[in-house]
């Protein structure tokens, strides 16, 4: 049975990453791509749908975890009876292979170690032909089924039984072994061993330069330089996209339907993505997003999907894996996302929010860059008054969500600002008079004055905590009583154990059974809202609590358990770093 949530890591070498367990174990990983099928799925089934775990045999007594600093290097210390071996897990990056590391250094004493290595397919369902063979020299284990080869190299290859390759070997005070799992087609030859030391060495350096520039005036400074590499382990590093989870399914709601797979690029998570990268420093990444982005778009501008594959492809069918029982028992387990096909009318106003930062911090806009925009932005001027689904992905009926409204005049306010403040051309006067229209609607309809607070959608007195970010995106400033009421509102409504839900799923808005917990985002969005209102002490003090949610390295699932301690959803989530990372720079 899959470890408790929290109990994972993650390594990742940029083009897909790994779950790793505490003990050792590890359950999630797909090749060679984020949204590739899973081979080692035990995260959402049993040790028979794949898994790769090295670890003491004996009893271990102790187990600490730590990234290697300014990297994504985990070391893992088990001590037993016995003795003490430290386990390091990679993904080496920058080569365009696809490779697991895994190191094992005994420090003192004797530690037994055992070795199992299950690889099944087709996210855990076959079991591929496995043979023994010599190659570049070495002696190795190839497993092979359909366009998957994986191949096991090791000083002390495991041996057949029951279907996994299982080993159990001791170690002593000073010795070393390091095995690897690499990835092929499984039509390529075996490629060349690697380097270890060398390939250690170079993946190092590469994440502490690139983590170095992380902020240090910032409140929680580790936390956001851990959030900041946790987001680039979830950018594809050769296409650009970012993925909003490396996993699928994680429950929402354990034991319930609410599982989804977040291995896809939406333009909203991917823009807050930028947002934040951007405002805390990192400028390359805003290039190479928005090469992405105008590949993923590229057509017709009406024909905007809300999230696209790694590649930018735009077929990600909804679809249930029958064979895979689901974490906790949570079925169905679904690949593929079925809100593809939704109307998420705020997404424009994210993308034109991080691509104005990438603007402001120096990005130009190329004639195709901007040509771009401008078509989107028009798109939205024909289309700017139709009911969405919002951000929340409700899969009931289709609502004018007020955070959807705000985020409407946040394209066109941009759009504005383009023509006004960086000299690019347009239709301003039409746009402006968008803009203005739209305010207008929103403070009409979208606000319940007996109250004072903005609500969830036009027709109802509920409130959501989106309406959080209309201080952060400009649309009222920080400290206006419209914003004041709607912060004490939500904080009335939607507090459970001093965190944020989303929204009231009694209301049934999202047309989903069960219900969930507090979604972390939106507590971090309460700390900027608060900072931004000049509430600071209270908005550091919930930063300190959200941060101390984090696992024992620094990562946060999607939503958060209070009652019982326990990390809900996907896991890690962009979403939940993301925010985290702009909530420390308002407390800056
Ligand atoms: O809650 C129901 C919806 O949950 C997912 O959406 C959530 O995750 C997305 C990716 O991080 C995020 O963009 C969105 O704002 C969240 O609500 C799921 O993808 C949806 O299919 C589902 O309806």
Same mark, same amino acid.
């Given at each position: 049975?899959?470890?408790?949530?929290?109990?994972?890591?993650?390594?990742?070498?940029?083009?897909?990453?790994?779950?790793?367990?505490?003990?050792?174990?590890?359950?999630?990983?797909?090749?060679?791509?984020?949204?590739?099928?899973?081979?080692?799925?035990?995260?959402l089934g049993?040790?028979?749908?794949?898994?790769?775990?090295?670890?003491?045999?004996?009893?271990?007594?102790?187990?600490?975890?730590?990234?290697?600093?300014?990297?994504?290097?985990?070391?893992?210390?088990?001590? #037993?009876?016995?003795?003490?071996?430290?386990?390091?897990?990679?993904? *080496?990056?920058?080569?365009?292979? !696809? /490779?697991? @590391? &895994? +190191?094992?250094?005994?420090?003192?004493?004797?530690?037994?170690?055992?070795?199992?290595?299950?690889?099944?397919?087709?996210?855990?369902?076959?079991?591929?032909?496995?043979?023994?063979?010599?190659?570049?020299?070495?002696?190795?284990?190839?497993?092979?089924?359909?366009?998957?080869?994986?191949?096991?190299?090791?000083?002390?290859?495991?041996?057949?039984?029951?279907?996994?390759?299982?080993?159990?070997?001791?170690?002593?005070?000073?010795?070393?072994?390091?095995?690897?799992?690499?990835?092929?087609?499984?039509?390529?030859?075996?490629?060349?061993?690697?380097?270890?030391?060398?390939?250690?060495?170079? #993946?190092?350096?590469?994440?502490?330069?690139?983590?170095?520039?992380? *902020?240090?005036?910032?409140?929680? !400074? /580790?936390? @956001? &330089? +851990?959030?900041?590499?946790?987001?680039?382990?979830?950018?594809?590093?050769?296409?650009?996209?970012?993925?909003?989870?490396?996993?699928?399914s994680?429950p929402?709601?354990?034991g319930?339907?609410?599982n989804?797979?977040?291995?896809?690029?939406?333009?909203?998570?991917?823009?807050?993505?930028?947002?934040?990268?951007?405002?805390?420093?990192?400028?390359?990444?805003?290039?190479?997003?928005?090469?992405?982005?105008?590949?993923?778009?590229?057509?017709?501008?009406?024909?905007?999907?809300?999230?696209?594959?790694?590649?930018?492809?735009?077929?990600?069918?909804?679809?249930?894996?029958?064979?895979l029982p689901g974490y906790a028992d949570s079925r169905p387990v679904?690949?593929?996302?079925?809100?593809?096909?939704?109307?998420?009318?705020? @997404?424009?106003?994210?993308?034109?929010?991080?691509?104005?930062?990438?603007?402001?911090?120096?990005?130009?806009?190329?004639?195709?860059?901007?040509?771009?925009?401008?078509?989107?932005?028009?798109?939205?001027?024909?289309?700017?008054?139709?009911?969405?689904?919002?951000?929340?992905?409700?899969?009931?009926?289709?609502?004018?969500?007020?955070?959807?409204?705000?985020?409407?005049?946040?394209?066109?306010?941009?759009?504005?600002?383009?023509?006004?403040?960086?000299?690019?051309?347009?239709?301003?006067?039409?746009?402006?008079?968008?803009?203005?229209?739209?305010?207008?609607?929103?403070?009409?309809?979208?606000?319940?004055?007996?109250?004072?607070?903005?609500?969830?959608?036009?027709?109802?007195?509920?409130?959501?905590?989106?309406?959080?970010?209309?201080?952060?995106?400009?649309?009222?400033?920080?400290?206006?009583?419209?914003?004041?009421?709607?912060?004490?509102?939500?904080?009335?409504?939607?507090?459970?154990?001093?965190?944020?839900?989303?929204?009231?799923?009694?209301?049934?808005?999202?047309?989903?059974?069960?219900?969930?917990?507090?979604?972390?985002?939106?507590?971090?969005?309460?700390?900027?809202?608060?900072?931004?209102?000049?509430?600071?002490?209270?908005?550091?003090?919930?930063?300190?609590?959200?941060?101390?949610?984090?696992?024992?390295?620094?990562?946060?699932?999607?939503?958060?358990?209070?009652?019982?301690?326990?990390?809900?959803?996907?896991?890690?989530?962009?979403?939940?770093?993301?925010?985290?990372?702009?909530?420390?720079?308002?407390?800056?």
């Open positions: 049975m899959a470890l408790p949530i929290e109990d994972y890591a993650l390594i990742g070498d940029r083009g897909t990453a790994a779950l790793v367990g505490k003990d050792g174990s590890i359950d999630w990983l797909c090749l060679p791509r984020f949204d590739s099928p899973a081979c080692f799925a035990a995260l049993t040790e028979d749908n794949g898994r790769w775990l090295l670890a003491p045999a004996d009893e271990v007594e102790s187990t600490n975890r730590r990234y290697v600093d300014g990297t994504a290097l985990l070391e893992t210390t088990f001590t #037993t009876a016995g003795g003490e071996v430290v386990l390091l897990d990679l993904m *080496p990056t920058g080569d365009g292979r !696809a /490779d697991v @590391v &895994r +190191r094992l250094t005994c420090m003192r004493g004797t530690v037994r170690i055992r070795h199992d290595w299950v690889v099944r397919t087709d996210y855990g369902r076959i079991r591929p032909w496995v043979t023994r063979e010599h190659a570049h020299g070495n002696d190795l284990i190839v497993a092979v089924a359909g366009p998957d080869k994986l191949i096991l190299r090791g000083p002390r290859l495991p041996r057949a039984v029951g279907g996994h390759h299982t080993d159990e070997f001791e170690m002593s005070e000073g010795d070393e072994v390091t095995f690897s799992t690499t990835w092929v087609r499984s039509w390529r030859d075996i490629p060349e061993p690697l380097g270890f030391d060398e390939r250690i060495a170079a #993946t190092i350096d590469a994440q502490r330069e690139w983590s170095a520039q992380s *902020p240090d005036d910032v409140p929680h !400074a /580790d936390m @956001v &330089r +851990r959030s900041l590499l946790t987001l680039l382990l979830m950018t594809h590093e050769e296409t650009g996209g970012i993925v909003a989870a490396p996993t699928t994680l929402e709601d354990f319930g339907e609410r989804w797979d977040y291995r896809f690029c939406w333009l909203r998570d991917a823009a807050l993505t930028l947002e934040s990268l951007l405002s805390a420093g990192y400028e390359d990444e805003a290039f190479h997003w928005r090469q992405w982005l105008l590949r993923a778009v590229a057509g017709d501008p009406a024909d905007l999907q809300i999230m696209y594959t790694v590649d930018g492809g735009r077929q990600l069918p909804e679809l249930v894996v029958e064979h679904r690949i593929g996302n079925g809100a593809v096909s939704q109307r998420q009318n705020d @997404v424009l106003g994210e993308v034109m929010i991080a691509l104005e930062l990438a603007r402001q911090a120096g990005l130009d806009e190329t004639r195709n860059s901007w040509s771009l925009q401008r078509a989107l932005v028009e798109e939205l001027a024909d289309h700017w008054d139709e009911p969405d689904n919002g951000l929340w992905e409700i899969r009931g009926p289709q609502r004018h969500f007020t955070h959807s409204r705000v985020m409407v005049w946040v394209a066109f306010d941009r759009a504005v600002k383009a023509v006004e403040d960086h000299g690019l051309e347009g239709p301003v006067d039409r746009w402006r008079e968008l803009r203005d229209r739209v305010r207008e609607e929103v403070l009409d309809k979208g606000f319940d004055s007996e109250r004072s607070t903005f609500t969830q959608h036009y027709d109802t007195r509920e409130v959501d905590a989106s309406l959080l970010t209309i201080s952060l995106v400009g649309f009222l400033p920080g400290d206006d009583p419209r914003v004041l009421g709607t912060i004490d509102a939500i904080t009335g409504d939607l507090m459970s154990d001093g965190l944020l839900l989303r929204y009231r799923t009694e209301t049934g808005v999202d047309g989903l059974a069960g219900d969930e917990h507090p979604f972390l985002a939106c507590s971090f969005w309460l700390v900027s809202a608060l900072a931004a209102a000049g509430r600071r002490d209270e908005a550091a003090e919930l930063m300190d609590r959200l941060c101390g949610l984090a696992n024992d390295v620094g990562l946060l699932s999607e939503e958060y358990d209070p009652a019982h301690g326990r990390m809900v959803g996907n896991f890690p989530q962009a979403f939940s770093h993301l925010t985290l990372v702009q909530a420390a720079l308002a407390l800056r």
